[in-house]
């Protein structure tokens, strides 16, 4: 069953979310790279992590500005919520369920090892697939580039497991040095 799990929810994530599954997609190739051995609520929580901004509503919550801790609690929360409601529906296990839904609530934070595992290859992810993104909100002026340097640094600081953290440097790095780019760019046009 995990492979067939694990498969419907690419193929729901590609569906719900087709303008940032990318970025959950890479998520479980990152994990495969840093935690191969994880489990299927593991991958099932990775893939899945992000999965309530394929569906806005009412209950959606509204980030007060990047590194928002309250925005980033509900936001896992409603995802948890959303996962688990599709696991269910699926016949997934009610263990299996539990799991998945306590690693989504953990992503930003981590905890414990599995939990690491699912951060780290968000982070990872993130600091992959995001950075146009992120550069493109700098340019548009939706954040600061001061606030979208510390998201960068916070997405790798973040990363508990040491060999995680050692391949998110130079893509860190890589971030850092496209938004001093664009930074430099604007200063030479004023």
């Known amino acids: 069953m995990t492979g067939s799990l694990v498969d419907a929810a690419s193929r729901w994530v590609i569906d719900c979310y087709p303008w940032n599954s990318y970025h959950l997609l890479k998520s479980l190739e990152w994990l495969d790279r840093v935690a191969s051995d994880s489990g299927e609520a593991v991958r099932l929580a990775?893939?899945?992590?992000?999965?309530?901004?394929?569906?806005?509503g009412p209950d959606s919550?509204?980030?007060k500005g990047?590194?928002?801790?309250?925005?980033?609690?509900a936001h896992a929360a409603r995802s948890a919520r959303i996962v688990g409601a599709w696991l269910r529906d699926h016949g997934a296990d009610q263990a299996l369920i539990?799991?998945?839904e306590a690693l989504i609530r953990a992503h930003e934070d981590g905890g414990?090892?599995?939990?690491?595992?699912?951060?780290?290859?968000?982070?990872?992810?993130?600091?992959?697939t995001n950075i146009d993104l992120f550069i493109?909100?700098?340019?548009?002026?939706?954040?600061?580039?001061?606030?979208?340097r510390?998201?960068?640094?916070?997405?790798?600081?973040?990363i508990q497991i040491p060999g995680a953290k050692a391949l998110a440097r130079?893509?860190?790095?890589?971030?850092?040095?496209?938004?001093?780019?664009?930074?430099q760019g604007t200063e030479d046009r004023v």
């Open 46 to 56: 990775t893939l899945t992590h992000d999965m309530e901004r394929a569906f806005p």
């Open 61 to 63: 919550p509204v980030m």
């Open 66 to 73: 990047l590194g928002d801790a309250a925005y980033n609690a």
């Open 98 to 100: 539990a799991d998945v």
């Open 112 to 128: 414990w090892p599995d939990a690491d595992a699912v951060q780290a290859a968000d982070s990872l992810s993130f600091l992959d």
């Open 136 to 148: 493109g909100f700098v340019s548009s002026g939706k954040h600061t580039a001061r606030d979208v």
């Open 150 to 158: 510390k998201k960068f640094e916070y997405m790798h600081d973040r």
């Open 170 to 183: 130079p893509l860190l790095e890589q971030a850092l040095a496209r938004l001093t780019e664009l930074e």
